[in-house]
């Protein structure tokens, strides 16, 4: 059974950094597509990030130049590196996973999804 667990979540100051990890487990080989998802309370999900196994990785507009999305194919592993973090990045953050061979930040394009970890940006 294919499983996806983050971590690293915390409170942190705006201005400051933080990473965020998604393991993934069960997979007979590497997802295709690796992504992180946020949830905002009263704007709903929005995709952050997304990586396929090779290729160049895909941002928000919003997160451009401040997050750094990353994954290990041999650890079947993605971070997310978030720095100069502002308070609208408070959100729950998920891993996702999916088949397709483009990755693209809208959820219907991946099947497993993690349980979600909590960042916290205070002005």
């Known amino acids: 059974q294919v499983r996806l667990a983050e971590s690293g979540g915390g409170s942190v100051q705006a201005g400051g950094s933080l990473t965020i990890s998604c393991a993934a487990s069960?997979?007979?080989?590497?997802?295709?597509?690796m992504a992180w998802f946020r949830h905002i309370p009263d704007k709903g999900r929005e995709g952050v990030a997304a990586?396929?196994?090779?290729?160049?990785?895909t941002y928000a507009e919003s997160v451009k130049g401040r997050l750094t999305i990353s994954r290990e194919n041999d650890k079947n592993r993605m971070s997310l590196q978030m720095n100069s973090l502002k308070p609208e990045d408070t959100a729950m953050y998920y891993c996702?996973?999916?088949?397709?061979?483009?990755?693209?930040?809208?959820?219907?394009?991946?099947?497993?999804w993690g349980q979600g970890t909590q960042v916290t940006v205070s002005s």
């Open positions: 996702a996973t999916g088949d397709r061979a483009i990755c693209p930040l809208h959820a219907d394009a991946y099947n497993t």
């Open positions: 069960g997979y007979s080989g590497n997802p295709a597509c």
């Open positions: 990586i396929a196994r090779y290729t160049s990785p």
